[in-house]
């Protein structure tokens, strides 16, 4: 096994080193000079050389590649325009915030997702299956930031039951923590939940058909007994992978749910970070989000392989 | 003696089309798919030609009004009329939505033709950038584009197109693969065709179907990328209407005016599903392993 995830990980560094190169190549696309608004309106010749050679911009623009490089592999990812902040120490500050948010949302998605999944497959091409599908398809079509606005509307300004942003950190105040999180996180989920629907109902149809499920069923096991002992246990492989993988795609769909929410995470940094074109931090961020989209590919792949005793035997 | 260069393209047969259409035609999601797709389209064609009020006059004698005879879904805080914006916003909607998917497969289907057609390094070299590229989470990656190439609608599809882009690069290249092994594009190459004549007369009209499925399920998640960069006030700029701009406002006065929330978000989802239905409806009918 520390084998295969030496070989997984070394695969990854290639992917990592592009990535690197399109967020540099992302700070070159702006368009005007930063020397020349860092120089203030004097623009004094004097202080734009000094700039220029402080910010080693006279460089060829492949070492200025590899000194920003070295930088954020020594964890140096560039200092906030807004708030004067190191990026890194912003990302640390935000990120805990999001992975609740993501964590609870994950959460929902598979309360939902899969026993819905497993009821659809059992009832396969029943009513019960056709309107699993249909709500599939409808939370896969709902714009989430949409949700978010109608939940807030229904459920905090009509009913008053839950407050409509704002958040606390669990450490501090549980209660109040779950309460500012639920909504959010319902709306975050909404969509993973379909695709953890459909995957799970077509993983349990494909189970259901073979043959040591007819055994099984032969043997004179309750059907509760075959769903969930045989096929659910077999079907929950690519479930379980999907899962990690989805748990990357939240961190970017918590973008939006933040910002609807007011919630002070990681999403709402990129938003805030484009608009105040604090571009170290946007830059910092799309790094950050790709190398955990990464992790969690890595930590899908590992699952996948101690889940199945078939590949885990080949190791 | 039929000629090289007469030599048809192979392409599906027709029996192969009409089956597909048949399949369609007997799946009732992908037809009710199709219909509110191309209702939306005929309402975004028709825009300029509607009797409707101009979507971006304001009326300060009709600020906030909820829906009623002369504004059928209400006005907004400027007084502008909502189904007007509705139906213009459904141009810039299903625009962005179009554009952008062809921006992706105008780019990323030529890489995949060439990534799999040729292998060895150009294989190697667009694969290591594809899975790069695809390693960023695709709204994250439209912000960061629509964000360092500036604010507006023509950005936004350029953003969400070149984010969309490494998923067809992905799917040609696969397809590609199961394809060029095949006697007919040996045969191809045997007659002396060149790489090009190959990879665009005897290839491509091959691996068409799953472009045209993927093509059409990447049309809703474009839709509500545009909205959402919209939303967020990196797509269409004001007084131009867009849903995703609508929802922007609407949020400010969700007690007040909550109507000014409900349609833009209903249109969405409504052409969003379709597309999603007519998507599903289109790889089940060119699917041949289904009956």
């Given amino acids: ?315 | 003696m039929t000629t090289i260069d007469q030599a048809p393209a192979i392409v599906a047969p027709k029996k192969e089309k009409s089956r597909a259409w048949r399949k369609m035609k007997r799946n009732k999601s992908a037809l009710v798919g199709m219909c509110i797709v191309s209702f939306f389209a005929l309402l975004a064609i028709a825009a300029p030609f509607l009797p409707i009020p101009d979507p971006i006059a304001t009326s300060w004698t009709a600020i906030r009004k909820a829906p009623s005879a002369a504004h059928w879904l209400g006005t907004d805080d400027l007084g502008r009329d909502i189904l007007s914006r509705m139906i213009w916003g459904a141009q810039a909607s299903l625009m962005a939505g179009v554009f952008s998917v062809a921006i992706a497969v105008g780019i990323g289907v030529p890489f995949g033709l060439v990534s799999g057609y040729f292998g060895g390094w150009v294989d190697m070299i667009i694969s290591r950038i594809t899975e790069a590229l695809l390693a960023m989470p695709f709204l994250i990656m439209a912000i960061a584009l629509a964000a360092f190439l500036g604010p507006s609608l023509t950005n936004a599809m350029i953003a969400i197109g070149l984010s969309a882009m490494p998923i067809f690069v992905r799917l040609t290249r696969g397809q590609v693969l199961a394809v060029k092994t095949e006697d007919y594009v040996e045969g191809a190459r045997s007659v002396g065709l060149n790489h090009f004549e190959i990879m665009t007369r005897y290839i491509l009209p091959n691996v068409f179907a799953p472009i045209i499925v993927q093509a059409t399920l990447t049309i809703a998640t474009a839709i509500i990328a545009e909205a959402s960069l919209s939303f967020l006030g990196l797509g269409q700029q004001p007084p131009s209407p867009s849903w995703g701009s609508m929802l922007n406002v609407a949020k400010n006065f969700l007690t007040q005016a909550p109507w000014m929330a409900m349609w833009p978000g209903i249109a969405i989802f409504l052409v969003v599903i379709g597309f999603n239905m007519l998507g599903d409806g289109l790889r089940d009918a060119l699917d041949p392993r289904e009956a």
């Fill in chain 1, 1 to 315: 096994m520390p084998v295969y995830i030496g070989k997984r990980l070394l695969v990854a560094i290639p992917t990592l080193l592009i990535i690197s190169i399109f967020v540099f190549s992302l700070q070159k696309l702006l368009p005007g000079d930063p020397i020349l608004a860092m120089a203030g309106e004097e623009r004094d010749p004097a202080v734009i050389e000094f700039l220029r050679d402080k910010y080693r911009l006279n460089d060829p623009v492949i070492m200025q590649y590899f000194y920003w490089l070295g930088g954020v592999l020594t964890g140096d990812f560039g200092i906030s325009l807004r708030t004067n902040q190191p990026v890194l120490e912003l990302i640390m500050e935000k990120l805990p915030v999001t992975i609740q948010l993501a964590t609870m949302a994950m959460f929902f998605a598979m309360i939902i997702g899969i026993p819905i999944g497993i009821i659809a497959a059992v009832k396969k091409n029943t009513f019960v299956d056709y309107l699993a599908n249909i709500l599939a398809l409808s939370g896969l079509s709902i714009p989430n930031f949409w949700l978010g606005i109608m939940l807030i509307l229904l459920i905090s300004v009509q009913l008053g039951w839950l407050p409509a942003s704002g958040y606390e950190s669990i450490f501090v105040d549980p209660v109040r923590s779950l309460q500012t999180m639920v909504m959010p996180a319902f709306v975050l989920g909404n969509a993973l939940a379909a695709t953890l629907m459909r995957h799970t109902r077509s993983a349990m149809v494909g189970v259901m058909s073979a043959d040591y499920i007819r055994t099984a069923r032969a043997k004179g096991l309750s059907p509760k007994e075959v769903i969930l002992s045989h096929s659910f246990r077999n079907a929950l492989l690519p479930v379980v992978t999907l899962s990690a993988l989805l748990f990357g795609e939240l961190l970017a769909g918590a973008v939006l749910t933040e910002q609807i929410f007011t919630i002070p995470g990681f999403g709402k940094l990129i938003v805030d970070a484009v608009f105040n074109r604090d571009y170290a931090v946007v830059q910092g961020v799309v790094l950050c989000t790709a190398v955990g989209f990464i992790l969690m590919n890595l930590i899908a792949d590992i699952l996948y392989v101690i889940l199945n005793p078939r590949l885990r035997a080949t190791l």
